[in-house]
């Protein structure tokens, strides 16, 4: 069975930075062959795409995000990353984690995506 876990989340001032890992495991599995994904949801807002990066590395951001997050995938270690720079308090939120094993491009659907992660809060202070 897949399973993706999120860590890294926490408290931070506006203009910091923090970096989320999400860990995919389980039998035969390696984030190579996935779609993996970024998602947020804030308090009384609905759950939305931050950023993705699919099996050939080609990624995709929100615009709100653009030039200040990455995403990167480490295969060796079946772990994606989320790195945050230039934190907004409008960027806090419980960030999810996604996978979708396919051989095309990210799904820009949320339904799309077979596997969750648990959440990871992130805190941003003005």
């Known amino acids: 069975q897949v399973q993706l876990v999120e860590s890294g989340g926490g408290s931070v001032q506006a203009g910091g930075s923090l970096r989320l890992p999400c860990a995919l495991s389980g039998s035969a599995t390696s984030t190579s062959g996935y779609c993996m994904g970024w998602f947020r949801q804030a308090p009384g807002k609905a759950l939305e795409e931050v950023a993705s990066?699919?099996?050939?590395?080609?990624?995709r951001f929100a615009d709100s995000v653009k030039r200040r997050f990455t995403v990167s995938k480490d295969n060796a270690k079946n772990t994606l990353y989320l790195q945050m720079n230039s934190l907004k308090p409008e960027n806090a939120a419980m960030y999810y984690c996604?996978?979708?094993?396919?051989?095309?491009?990210?799904?820009?659907?949320?339904?799309?995506?077979?596997?969750w992660g648990q959440g990871s809060q992130v805190t941003v202070s003005p």
């Open positions: 996604a996978g979708q094993y396919t051989s095309f491009a990210c799904p820009t659907e949320l339904n799309l995506y077979t596997y």
């Open positions: 990066i699919d099996r050939f590395g080609n990624t």
